[in-house]
T-cell receptor, first 113, second 113 residues
Framework: DGGITQSPKYLFRKEGQNVTLSCEQN?????MYWYRQDPGQGLRLIYY???????QKGDIAEGYSVSREKKESFPLTVTSAQKNPTAFYLCASSATGGNQPQHFGDGTRLSIL | DAKTTQPTSMDCAEGRAANLPCNHSTISGNEYVYWYRQIHSQGPQYIIHGLKNNETNEMASLIITEDRKSSTLILPHATLRDTAVYYC??????????????FGQGTILTVHP
């Protein structure tokens, strides 16, 4: 089945550690996105990539980093510089074209020990 | 992107049609209406989108008023698994838009037996 796979589903981090969240898609989509969702709130865009080897900061990029070496993969690293990393992280992808909808993975829930 | 207004919550009996309204009175001519839903602890699921014509797919129908200032998502035969938060989103198509989705508070739809 085509879709977006995020792993792991739950992740725990000690303070001062970097952690990397995986996002893989087999939809042949050019564009990929990372969002963060906090309890009772909407999604906030962290980073997005419209094509391989290129990515742009979203609204809350500080403390995060990404790479886009392959079309299928868009990993997100939460660095120790992110002061409040506990959240639900969602990856999405879309085909190019102005009105193409984004399709989401099932998310990774990150918690600080 | 235009602001949307949705009721906080709605109830629906199983097997009946669920009609979810959305007001987007400040929508501009090249903004699309998208509907997503999110079940607790899962990623948002794309449902349907449209510009000005009514749209139908295997999940739902989207009715957009002639002046485009409001729309209704219709789930023709609601089931218990349709219980979720439903988000109406208006997004600019093309231009400098990089595809960011802005989720509001949404409508909590509860389908009961």
């Amino acid at each position: 089945d085509g879709g977006i796979t995020q792993s792991p589903k739950y992740l725990f981090r000690k303070e001062g550690q970097n952690v990397t969240l995986s996002c893989e898609q087999n939809l042949n989509h050019d564009a990929m996105y990372w969002y963060r969702q906090d309890p009772g709130q909407g999604l906030r865009l962290i980073y997005y990539s419209q094509i391989v080897n290129d990515f742009q900061k979203g609204d809350i990029a500080e403390g995060y980093s990404v790479s886009r070496e392959k079309k299928e993969s868009f990993p997100l690293t939460v660095t120790s510089a992110q002061k409040n990393p506990t959240a639900f992280y969602l990856c999405a992808s879309s085909a190019t074209g102005g009105n193409q909808p984004q399709h989401f993975g099932d998310g990774t829930r990150l918690s600080i020990l | 992107d235009a602001k949307t207004t949705q009721p906080t919550s709605m109830d629906c009996a199983e097997g009946r049609a669920a009609n979810l309204p959305c007001n987007h009175s400040t929508i501009s001519g090249n903004e699309y209406v998208y509907w997503y839903r999110q079940i607790h602890s899962q990623g948002p699921q794309y449902i349907i989108h449209g510009l000005k014509n009514n749209e139908t797919n295997e999940m739902a129908s989207l009715i957009i008023t002639e002046d485009r200032k409001s729309s209704t998502l219709i789930l023709p035969h609601a089931t218990l698994r349709d219980t979720a938060v439903y988000y109406c989103i208006v997004r600019l198509s093309g231009g400098t838009s990089y595809g960011k989705l802005t989720f509001g508070q949404g409508t909590i739809l509860t389908v009961h037996p």
